[in-house]
Structure formats: C-alpha cells, structure tokens
C-alpha cells in the first residue's frame, strides 16, 4: 500500500532551517520530552496536505506558523513543508491472482504515471505588512486545494478525517455522546461521504427547484406580457382601420366641400351677372330720368314766360308752387347726384370683381361641365331683363303721363330714390358674399393641395403598413408556435416537479422515521447496558459505599406512551450515578481509579441546583403539546432536582 516515506520541514514552527524526517514501512515511533516538536510533524503533515482550518494546527492563522526567528525578520519570510510518497508497495493479491484493492492500483497508476515516488509541498509566504500566500506543489508543479484533495480521495487519504489522531483527540472521542461517536463511525466507514453526497444534492435540488420557480415566474410574466401584446395588436388593428376609415371620410368631406364651393361660386357669378345687368338698367334710367328734368326745364322756362303774361295773383300762385317745384328739383338733383356718386363706386368695386374674376377663370374652367347650365339660366335672366325692360317703358309712359303735375313727378322720383336704395341694399351683401366665394376658393385650391399630398403619404402609409402587418401576423404565429410549446413544457415540468416532490417528501418521511427509531434504539440500549450491569456499575454496586442512591434511569417513573419520548430526551444521563453528596462521588472516583474500572458520572444532591424553567404562553397553546417532560416523570421528590438537570427545558409533542 502507499505510505509516507518523508516529510521535510523548512521553517515550520519550532524547526528552524531544513529538517529530514524519513519515516519507515511498517512502524515508526517520534520520541522525547514535551516541547521538543512532536506533534509539530503532525501539524506539518496537515499543513501540507491542506487542512482547512489552521485550528486543528493548533495555530491562530497561518502566518503563526513560520519559525519565530523567521518572523522576527524584516522583509519576506518563507516556510515549506514536503511530503514524499512510496508508490511502490506490492497490493495483496485476491485468490485468483488480481491486487485485492484494484480502485488504489488504478489510482496509483494514474498518479504516478510510471514513477516511483510522488511528493506534495506546500510553500507559504509572509510579507512585512503581515499578508501572505500559500502555494501547493504536486510533483513540483503549481496545482489548487482542489485538485490536491481530488489526487489525496483517489489514494483514500483525507486531511479532515481520522487519519491522524491529535493531541486530545482520545479524550474528545471518550467524552462524545453516541451521536457524534456514531458520525466518527460513519466517516472511517465511508458513510459519512454518501451523507455529503446527499446534502449536496438537496442542495443542487433546492438550488433546480428554485431556478424552476423562477422559470415559472419568468413564464407567468412572458404569458401576462404576451396577452397584453396581443390586446395591444388588436388595438392597434382597429386604431388603423378607423385611421384610414377616417382618412377616407376627410377625403370624402372635402370633395363635398369643393362640390360646395363650386356650386357658390356658380350662384355668385349669376349674382354678379344680375348686378351687372341691373346697373346697366339704372344708367338707363337715369338718363331718361335727365332728359326729363331737361325737359321740365324747358317747361319751366315756358311757365315763367306764362307767368310774366298773367296777372299778379296767378302770378304769385305760380310762383309759389314754381317754388315748391324748384325746392322739390333741387332735391331730386341732389338724389341724382348722390345716386351717381354710389352708381360710380359700385362701378369701380364692379370692376374690381371683374378684375378678380379674370384672374379666378383658370381655376373656373374646371367647372366647364356646369358652362351649359350657365348659359342656360343667361337666356332665362335675359329674358327676364326683357321683361323688365318692357315694364320700365310701361313706367316711362305712366311717368310721361303723370309728368303734368309737380306732385306725381315728386312721387316718381321718390320712387326712383327708394329703388335706388334696394338696389344698393342688393349689391352691397352680394359684394361681401362674393368676397366671402373667392376667399372659399382660395382655401379650396389649398385644401385640394393639401388632399393630394396627404393622399400619396397615406398611400406609402398604406403599402408600409400591409408589409408590417404581413411581418406582424407571421411573428404571431411563430409566438403562438413558442408559447404552445413552453405551455407543454411548462406542463411536463411541473408534473415532473410534482413527482420529485412527493418522492422527496416521502424520503424525508422515511429519513425521519428512522431516525427517530435509531434514536430510540440508542437511548433503549443505553439504558439496557447500564440496567444490565457493566463492570463499572457492578463494582459499584458491590463497593458497599454508603450514599449511592442508584441511576438516573433507577429512580424514576414513567407512563409507557412517554417512555420512548423521556429517553431520548434523557439519552446517555439515563446512565449517571446519582449520590447523597460530592464526597460520596469523590470516594466512588477514587474506586474506579484504583480498579481501573472505567469512568462514571455522578450526580451529588447537595450540588445540583434545578434551572428556573419558564415556559413562554405560545408554546402551551400550539396545536400538539402536551407538557413538559419534567412533569410526565414521577420520582421522589428528593429527586427532582437531579430530573429537572437531566430534561431540562425539553417539552413533548405528540408528533415531530
């Protein structure tokens, strides 16, 4: 098998310089008094097989194991420890001629690689400022804990296990209760590993069950995220379909404004056709109306050369209402004057909307289709100035015949006047309309622009939109594809998740349920081997020594549905010796001692004080107590201080 052929020290604790310590094949024993470095080889061992604590080197930290003389230097110190390996033990052969342990065969053969001997060093180095590295050496070549461990497994060889006992380690292993001798048990046995293996694998499955969780929350926050997309979609659908409902509805509504304005702008040109002609109509008459005052005229003058004639009263009649006459002339001049003036603006406004209307032809000839309509209502307005033309001779002659008298020429010219003034009325609100009907044709030129660029817009719009919606339907359907997919996954995983958790929980059961048995089997044999008699408890019993009362497990009274819950609680102080007072445990020690019969505890009555238990009201009131374990014991009342030490504050369910 593989052993330790050598271990040099450089600097490690109490060994200044570079010290050789071979060791030899079948038995080798350190001697000499205290402090000379015994147990300094076995920390050197540890250290260098990478040990995790410096504890169990017996050492605060690292850097208190370089030399003392070493480290009183300034500058960087160093210190080494080497461990040498023998490969080259033969194996015991099995009976059909193969090594007995083909797992360290293989092992040594892949370590050794053909060599004789395989070392391992580990070099630690302290700075100045107190900071420090460790490096491990394998065959001299750099290599990690890690790897060193793996290689020191594969030869069974393992730096936190039992392969060195230590200073105390006997007395730590005699002292243990059953539980923690058993866990040295499990690990010279290998149990203890396969523990490891299971711990680390809940671990790893509580570590999957969580990034399982966390994939379920991710998958619930995808799903939410995924419905609201597709609500958004579906929004956005309808927002496009009532854009380019809306966009046609605009095109629509100004078609019919433009058709509108078209048909305006027909009436006003008739408007200002009729004006025209209406004008045309007043010049006429105010020309008749002239001749006529020229002619009253003449006739006045033919009055006046009659009045001169005639004698004073008809004279003075005459030219009273000769008078009236001229007043009601004057007046009438005056009208014609200012009825001039306005016929002159009107003119000039006239001619302004003409000027307009020349520059407005090129957009009207758009309208041609209507010109028919046009020069149809033209022949019907013709007609009807015809008609007024026939009705103004009708008045000339009706005036000419009331021409004779001053008052019915008055009445006629007020007539006229009032005529005058409808006129104007007329013209004025057609002017404003008219200039209202060109303003309207100018926004509809604009609108029309406007409509012509917003149409091709919409028509890249359109073509941009049909692609993304082509683009955008088949992302769906690959997203609806993925999202069927991770639902079946999501499915298979958590059936999966639902048998691996009733698997574990069942387990667990078990695990728990034999642990309790095992507990409760270690407590009965205890109990068993110490009512049964070892050969401390007989010597004692047979030492005749006044004040022994007995075993904790002797003195006592239990009901037996508490039996197996007491003695666990109890478990090893079921076998303690209780005595009358620490003189009687003094005089048994020194028996035992004398006999060398082995190691008892005792328990005086006049030292053991009972703890002050103070059981808090939510423990009383949880579903399953039953009571404390010191009160289901029924002891002598002598004794109740030495129960009260052994349950203590241990309280009884009636299940885990």
């Avoid at 200073?167 to 590993?193: F, K, P």
């Avoid at 007989?538 to 197996?564: D, T, W, Y």
């Avoid at 009687?584 to 019969?597: D, G, P, S, Y």
Wanted: charged share 30%; proline share 2%.
């Amino acid at each position: 098998m593989v052993y330790i052929k050598q271990i040099d020290l450089t600097n490690f604790k109490s060994f200044g310089g570079t010290t050789h310590v071979p060791l030899t094949p079948e038995f080798t024993v350190v001697s000499g008094p205290n402090g000379s470095g015994k147990s300094n080889i076995l920390d050197a061992l540890l250290f260098c097989l990478g040990i995790s604590s410096s504890k169990g080197m017996r050492a605060d930290r690292l850097p208190d194991l370089v030399n003392q003389n070493q480290a009183s230097r300034k500058g960087t110190v160093e210190a080494s420890v080497t461990v040498t390996f023998d490969l080259t033990s033969e194996f015991p052969l099995a009976p059909d001629g193969t090594p007995a342990n083909v797992v360290d065969a293989a092992a040594i053969a892949e370590i050794g690689q053909g060599a004789d001997e395989w070392s391992v060093t580990r070099r630690l180095r302290v700075t100045q400022s107190g900071s420090y590295t460790s490096t491990y050496y394998i065959n001299g070549e750099v290599a990690t804990q890690g790897e060193l461990h793996e290689k020191l497994s594969q030869l069974r060889i393992y730096p936190e296990g039992y392969n060195v006992v230590l200073q105390g380690d006997v007395t730590s292993i005699i002292s243990m209760n059953l539980r923690e001798r058993r866990e040295i048990i499990d690990e010279l046995a290998g149990v203890a590993a396969f523990d490891r293996k299971i711990e680390q694998a809940k671990r790893k499955f509580e570590a999957v069950q969580e990034r399982e969780d966390q994939c379920r929350i991710v998958e619930r926050e995808l799903v939410a995220q995924r419905d609201k997309l597709a609500a958004d979609r579906i929004k956005a659908e309808k927002y496009q379909a009532l854009k380019a409902d809306y966009v046609a509805q605009q095109t629509w509504e100004r078609v019919l404004q433009w058709q509108q304005v078209r048909s305006q702008l027909v009436r006003v040109r008739e408007q200002i056709e009729a004006g025209d002609r209406e004008r045309i109509q007043l010049k006429e008459q105010l020309a008749s109306v002239a001749e006529r005052i020229a002619h009253d005229r003449a006739e006045l003058d033919q009055l006046n050369a009659q009045v001169k004639a005639l004698g004073e009263d008809e004279a003075i009649e005459l030219q009273t209402r000769l008078a009236r006459s001229e007043a009601d002339h004057e007046r009438i001049t005056q009208r014609c004057q200012e009825l001039e003036t306005a016929i002159a603006e009107a003119d000039t406004q006239i001619q302004q909307i003409q000027a307009e209307i020349e520059r407005n032809q090129v957009q009207l000839a758009t309208f041609a289709p209507q010109q028919t309509q046009l020069e149809a209502e033209i022949d019907r307005r013709q007609i009807l100035r015809a008609e007024a033309a026939a009705n103004l001779e009708q008045q000339r002659e009706t005036a000419s015949e009331s021409a004779t008298t001053a008052e019915a020429w008055v009445r006629e010219q007020m007539q006229l006047r009032h005529q005058a003034d409808e006129l104007q009325a007329q013209i004025a609100p057609q002017q404003a309309e008219r200039a209202q009907i060109q303003e309207r044709l100018s926004q509809a030129d604009r609108q029309f622009a406007e409509l012509d660029t917003s149409r091709d817009r919409l028509t890249v719009d359109l073509s941009t939109a049909r692609r993304q919606r082509a683009t955008i339907a088949r992302e769906r359907e690959a997203a609806q594809q993925a999202c069927q997919q991770l639902e079946t996954d999501a499915h298979q995983a958590e059936r999966d998740l639902q048998v691996q958790q009733e698997t574990r929980s069942r387990l667990l059961e078990e695990q728990r349920d034999k642990q309790r048995r095992l507990d409760q089997l270690e407590a009965r044999a205890q109990v068993m081997q110490e009512a049964s008699g070892s050969h401390t408890t007989q010597l004692l019993r047979k030492s005749g020594i006044e004040g022994i009362c007995g075993l904790v497990a002797q003195l006592g009274r239990v009901e037996s549905e508490f039996r197996v819950a007491l003695e666990t609680a109890a478990g090893g102080r079921l076998g303690h010796w209780v005595v009358e007072d620490d003189l009687v445990a003094a005089t048994a020690i020194r028996l035992l001692k004398e006999r060398r019969a082995g190691r008892a505890t005792f328990l005086p009555l006049n030292k053991i004080r009972s703890p002050q238990i103070i059981l808090p009201p939510e423990i009383k009131q949880t579903p399953g107590f039953i009571d404390l374990a010191l009160d289901l014991m029924d002891c002598d009342p002598r004794y109740d201080d030495i129960f009260a030490y052994v349950f203590g504050s241990t309280v009884v369910f009636d299940s885990l």
